[in-house]
């Protein structure tokens, strides 16, 4: 039984966490619920109460998109990129492959509203280490001008700090839920107090390396299976030693594909104790993730590759100035 404490509403909470890791582990010690408490005691004047030790602020999908569809012309806004002919040319995410893929879906038309997911960090605090994250949406409907606006983008969640949590699947997990339900349809009210349903559905996740690896649960970009397209290996040369990123003939490079996916994800997922876990993961460099609940949704190519940190860290001049030095191309 797990055990409770009040709150100043009279409820009863769980005081301690109640998860299992690993609830078929062959030690029956190790079988034992986590128990970090989740809770702690704040005195006010004469009483006590207790709350939650943090807090993950939740704004619902479905209610943002009904808020935004009592916009006056919103909905228009999110129609106009039918109009626009790019004549062949690649000139926004209506022209790519993913977008033409979800035009029609199952034999029928889809699109209503799509969206690209990012996660990012911030310090909120001068001169002290506490990291806060926040998860939000795009609808890539709108027109560029319009698109990145801060009244047209979604803030879905607000990660509670000190550190990056390692695990993000805690907090993906109401979002999908809403996916879910959008991806089926919802009923929206118009300005003009017409409904209407409309569906939605998560194209891409577009953050920066490390984001991404935790959103779509891939290993980090310095394991030896770092790479989240394909299964080219960086193996490590000794204890202490880096990566060997060598080798780049690409064409020998095995892509991951969706089905081995699953199966290394399951395999993981059946994992019995932590060890198991960890040689499963080093071997597919994958991890269990919310968004494989999404049935229309690859995780593989449906993750953008970070090229912006490439360019604004300043990456390409310096790989041009070692090639320089190295005599490997000339001056």
Known sequence: CDSLCGTADNLLLPCNCTCIAFPKHPHLSRRKPCETPLHKTVKMCETSKSVPRKIYIYNNLLDSLRTLCLRKG????????????SMGKFIDVFDGAMWQRFM???????????????????????????????????ILNLPRVERYKMENIIIVGCIPGPRE???????????????LKLWKGITVTLPSSNEVVIRGALLGVSCDIPATRKICGFSGHSATMG????????PCLGFGEKNDYSGFERDEWQHRDMSQHLKAVECVQSSLTPTQMDVAVKKSGVKYSELLRLPYFNIITQHVIDAMHNMYLGTAKHMISVWKESGIIGN
């Open 227 to 234: 790479y989240s397209k394909c299964l080219k290996q960086f």
């Open 74 to 85: 919103f909905l228009q806004k999110c129609a106009m990129w039918k109009s626009n002919c």
């Open 165 to 179: 949590p390692c695990n993000m699947n805690s907090y993906l997990r109401p979002l999908v839920d809403d996916l």
């Open 104 to 138: 029609f879906f199952d034999g029928r038309p889809f699109f209503d509203l799509g969206f690209m997911l990012n996660v990012d960090w911030f310090q909120p605090y001068d001169h002290v280490q506490y990291s806060v994250g926040v998860i939000y949406l795009v």
